[in-house]
């Protein structure tokens, strides 16, 4: 029975990916009268007039996503595991306070804050800035590599810090030179969340970053769809390439990925 359920709900995940990939290589007015119909026979057509698009909108918002995500990953990995640490190794009332309000970010729709987070950026002159944008990254999923990375320091032996504090490391010493290194899996994970969810957000840099910016993948996509005429062999397009980048990433990564995510769970 499980293996019945686990098949179907498979079937149901792969539906979407098929019609992605069957489209992508399938000839334009092919697509709209059998979209579940195989790509037969296949063409290259549809990547050529994306890649080739005299706007260049998929390398200008392939860019800007490349940008908004790496600094937005890289600030809220470090942010988090220093974060993290702290609070693993603080047990006192103002640790455990702030970890569980921490918590409780997780539970906010982003779109529940957007307007707030619209007139702070404006407040700021942020608005329509990649910085803008980042900044909102790093407040909003920062309460998810706290958890992460508290998790996992717990599993390390505080033995280890203590000896480094004899050799007279200092806190930050200690962290960057013998905790840091041994967060590979945690950070591995991190990055993984951080990096899917960044690169697929819609709404946010659509508000945030705004059109005079330019656009990022999933933006771009919404760009290509017109009022009154859909390319569909464009939008496929879009889809397949901006799927692409983060797909590689992922496999990169994903030996630690499950470490990541499992260690801590039964200590601390």
Not at 174 to 200: D, E, K, M, Q, Y
Not at 244 to 249: G, H, S
Request: net charge positive.
């Amino acid at each position: 029975m499980r293996a019945l359920v686990t098949t179907v709900v498979g079937a149901l995940f792969a539906v979407p990916l098929y019609v992605v990939l069957a489209n992508t290589f399938k000839h334009g007015p092919d697509i709209a009268p059998d979209p579940f119909g195989p790509p037969l026979p296949p063409t290259l057509d549809n990547l050529a007039a994306v890649l080739s698009r005299p706007d260049r909108l998929f390398w200008a918002s392939l860019g800007n996503s490349v940008i908004v995500t790496a600094l937005s990953v890289a600030v809220l990995t470090i942010l988090s595991a220093m974060l993290g640490h702290y609070l693993a190794r603080t047990p006192s009332r103002w640790g455990r306070a702030t970890a569980l309000l921490l918590l409780c970010g997780l539970m906010i729709p982003p779109q529940v804050i957007l307007l707030p987070v619209v007139r702070v950026l404006q407040l700021f002159d942020l608005m329509t800035t990649v910085q803008g944008l980042v900044l909102f990254n790093v407040g909003y999923y920062v309460p998810f590599g706290v958890f992460v990375f508290s998790g996992f320091v717990r599993t390390i032996p505080i033995e280890m810090e203590q000896a480094a504090a004899i050799d007279g490391a200092g806190r930050l010493a200690t962290f960057w030179r013998v905790v840091f290194p041994l967060l590979r899996p945690a950070s591995a994970s991190a990055i993984i969340f951080f990096s899917v969810w960044i690169w697929n957000d819609f709404l946010n840099p659509l508000i945030i970053l705004g059109p005079s910016q330019g656009t990022t993948v999933t933006t771009g996509i919404y760009r290509a769809v017109g009022q009154y005429q859909v390319d569909f062999g464009t939008v496929f397009g879009l889809m397949f390439l901006a799927t692409l980048p983060i797909l590689v990433f992922y496999l990169a990564l994903q030996r630690h990925f499950v470490k990541g995510l499992t260690s801590g769970a039964t200590k601390g």
